[in-house]
């Protein structure tokens, strides 16, 4: 397929969505050797994602054909060099970046093609997000910018929303800071107000871009503490961008490496750390380690 706006470019053709149930056992298929997370035979992924590519500008091509599904409850860390196209795809899957062609299917709906804005803001209810850099309401106390999604979006009652934004920060460790603003709070303290509020939001799905990589090394610790609680006793699904490979090992159910737009090997932190199958994988994995 030609792109006409930019006839240099060719698009590969990619063929339409799967059907939802070949889908499921292709995927079970594939996936139980590559995932500690242990799911059911009637169990569907939550995200299939099918040769997803984006281009910006016609010219920079950033993924080039991303294959993955993650299953409910599953933990998913992705790992890979700086431009290999890791925040790309977690912006495609809540849509913050428009898909240029491809297939992010979220329980088994097509999310990719034409949305309204009501069906993109229910998406994205479903899909919690948090940023390297926390991105707080300046002007609102920990607990304000932890009550205000569930106030605007959620419709939720002031005394349900702030009895809510207690409970969660209590959860992160911040109940006593509940009233400090964004500025009076350390960074390590702001990244868990902003789980917090992800959380509050009730999603499916946790999507977390670096979450730790703007922090003072000894804040790092606290944050990767309430990711590791939510994952373990919060059941969670999380698709986790990170570089701290003691957390990957320990926590996630599988470490996903990408590299050039494509994800390059997957498998069990075991597998991909201690045995890697890519020269590519191997060569990051040292260059880091
Ligand atoms: N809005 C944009 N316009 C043009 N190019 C972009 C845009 N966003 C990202 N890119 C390019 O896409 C490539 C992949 O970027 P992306 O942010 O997904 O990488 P990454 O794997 O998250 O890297 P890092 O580890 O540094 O965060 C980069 O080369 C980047 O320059
Ligand atoms: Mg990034």
């Avoid at 479903?126 to 850099?133: A, D, I, R, T």
């Avoid at 991105?135 to 205000?148: E, R, Y």
């Avoid at 911040?174 to 009233?179: F, Q």
Wanted: one cysteine or more.
């Amino acid at each position: 397929m030609l792109d006409r706006r930019h006839p240099h470019i060719t698009m590969p053709d990619v063929p339409p969505a799967m059907d939802a149930e070949q889908a499921a056992v292709e995927a079970h298929a594939r996936d139980k050797e590559l995932t500690k997370h242990h799911f059911e035979p009637h169990e569907h992924p939550c995200v299939r994602i099918e040769h997803l590519m984006k281009t910006f500008d016609g010219e920079t091509q950033v993924l080039t054909d991303v294959n993955l599904t993650v299953w409910p409850g599953e933990v998913v860390c992705v790992l890979g060099p700086s431009g290999s196209g890791k925040s790309t795809m977690l912006r495609c899957i809540n849509l913050l970046e428009k898909p240029t062609a491809g297939h992010i299917l979220i329980e088994d709906n097509e999310i990719t093609g034409h949305l309204g804005t009501k069906e993109v803001n229910r998406l994205r209810q479903n899909l919690g997000m948090v940023f390297q850099s926390f991105n707080l309401f300046p002007h609102l106390s920990a607990k304000g910018n932890v009550m205000i999604g569930q106030t605007k979006v959620l419709k939720k009652s002031k005394d349900e929303a702030e009895a809510e934004a207690l409970k969660q920060l209590d959860a992160v460790g911040l109940l006593d800071r509940a009233d400090f603003k964004p500025a009076q709070l350390s960074g390590g303290q702001q990244q868990r107000v902003a789980i917090a509020r992800a959380v509050a939001m009730h999603p499916d799905i946790l999507l977390f871009d670096e979450p730790t990589s703007a922090l003072d090394p000894e804040l790092v610790r606290g944050v990767l503490d309430v990711m590791r609680d939510l994952a373990e006793n919060g059941g969670m699904t999380m698709i986790v961008v990170t570089h701290e490979m003691g957390f990957a090992r320990e926590v996630a159910d599988r470490v996903v490496f990408m590299e050039g737009g494509v994800v390059v090997e997957q498998g069990t932190p075991e597998m991909v750390f201690d045995n890697p199958q890519n020269p590519r994988t191997a060569e990051f994995l040292g260059s880091i380690g």
